[in-house]
Nanobody, 116 residues
């Protein structure tokens, strides 16, 4: 069983920064992809950023150039540095752990609110 624990959400003013963290515990799989997705009420969950075990990142179009994802080598821990936050970044952010066998695990979510 995989457990994902998220931290770092909160309230920030437009133009500000936040850093999210996600740590995996329990079962571990090689060649996993970890990352973040976000969702607002009434909308589908969308990609924010993912990173492979080798450190290769991928970003959603709306966050490119503002967000940066990193992964601790040898650990299933990811960090999401969010800069120049905008009100439209307000959402619940979910950590995801995807494994080659087809499994996909989700954290409980952490709220990010960008408002003045």
């Amino acid at each position: 069983q995989v457990r994902l624990v998220e931290s770092g959400g909160g309230l920030v003013q437009p133009g500000g920064s936040l850093r999210l963290h996600c740590a995996r515990s329990g079962d571990m799989y090689r060649y996993s992809i970890m990352g973040w997705y976000r969702q607002t009420p009434g909308k589908q969950r969308e990609l924010v950023a993912t990173v492979t075990e080798a450190g290769l990142p991928d970003y959603g179009d709306s966050v490119k150039g503002r967000f940066a994802i990193s992964r601790d080598k040898g650990k299933d821990t990811v960090h999401l540095q969010m800069n120049n936050l905008k009100p439209e970044d307000t959402a619940t952010y979910y950590c995801n752990y995807k494994v080659p066998a087809g499994g996909s695990y989700w954290g409980q979510g952490t709220q990010v609110t960008v408002s003045s």
